[in-house]
């Protein structure tokens, strides 16, 4: 994992009233605000077999829309203010970066999950692009198999990018993946025998240095920390048993979804605005994206365990929640 700064600025969330989920109940579904902008354009980019968005906000907004998808030959079901190009988003030759598109016109809503693409593409956005999208529903692959070949900075310039124009007001992770760590120094604590595990690090830390633990939903257990010159002291403080799950944490980072969607809206667009102060997911509008599915194995993601239900993502820290 690469070494970043300590600034996480970028991922804060924001609040703002009138959300309403549209799209299936569980992947697929997206978080819109309503009444923001008179959309000239939708751009859909990622099908698949579900096009539930598509239609919904055609007949909601009175709009046409343009649907990308390489993968599949036509959407699953026609409607006339949807036009089907078989095309992926890139920039590549037999891709498209949409940008004759993008050009014709000024309030554009953007919906996309194109599996790792949208980074580099995001970073080719010129600021007069990014500035024509009024909305945006977007899935981001921080840590996945379709995005390994691009950097993690480079992954987070494309964040940082959509945060010098638009608000993240609303933000869930996908549990179809897990979540990681990034930061200065992350640190495998491994299991544990006993309620209380020691150590050694490879220089000094100041005793108020902050550390930020994996936790997984599916194990719950609670630590406290503390640093002892070059040793970290940890203790389990919800049983006083150790634990079989490898945790890990880090050194002045964060803890994020491997893939998560966001709802972004244009800077322009309110006058007025605070940060989130509630915990994620938003039980009234967020479903788990995995739905009923259970693994099949036991070694599912993260040894996910066979037969139970994955549950959604719990966040209640920075940068997410405003604590």
């Known amino acids: 994992m690469e070494k970043l700064g300590t600034d996480y600025d970028f991922l804060k969330v924001y609040h703002i009233n009138n959300k309403l989920r549209i799209g299936s109940k569980n992947d697929g579904g997206y978080i819109i605000v309503e009444n923001l902008s008179n ?118 310039d494309a964040i940082k990018k959509l945060a010098h124009t638009h608000y993240c007001v609303h933000f869930h992770g996908n549990n179809w993946r897990s979540t990681t760590l990034i930061g200065e120094k992350i640190i495998h604590i491994g299991t544990s025998t006993t309620n209380q595990k020691i150590i050694d690090l490879d220089k000094e830390y100041p005793p108020n240095t902050i550390i930020i633990f994996d936790y997984k939903s599916q194990f719950p257990v609670n630590f406290s920390y503390k640093f002892d010159k070059n040793k970290l002291i940890i203790t389990r403080i919800d049983q006083d048993t150790g634990w079989d799950y490898n945790y890990k944490c880090v050194i002045n980072g964060i803890q994020i979804p491997k893939v998560f969607e966001c709802t972004y809206i244009h800077k322009s667009l309110v006058k007025e605005i605070h940060l989130n102060t509630n915990s994620i997911p938003d039980v009234s509008l967020d479903t788990p994206n995995t739905g009923n599915w259970k693994p099949h194995i036991d070694d599912f993601e993260n040894n996910r365990k066979a037969n139970k239900l994955i549950p959604d993502i719990y966040l209640n820290t920075y940068p997410f929640v405003n604590i």
């Open 39 to 156: 959309y000239d354009v939708l751009l859909s980019c990622g099908i698949a077999n579900d096009d539930t968005f598509e239609h919904y906000f055609v007949n909601k907004y009175k709009t046409n829309c343009f649907a990308f998808d390489g993968t599949i030959n036509n959407i699953p079901h026609k409607h006339p203010n949807i036009k089907f190009i078989k095309k992926n988003i890139g920039l590549t030759n037999d891709t498209t970066d949409m940008k004759n598109l993008i050009n014709q016109y000024n309030n554009i809503f953007l919906k996309m999950d194109i599996e790792g693409s949208e980074f580099n593409w995001i970073n080719n956005l010129s600021d007069i692009e990014i500035n024509k999208f009024k909305q945006i529903c977007i899935e981001f692959h921080l840590e996945h198999e379709s995005s390994n070949n691009i950097s993690l900075n480079n992954k987070l």
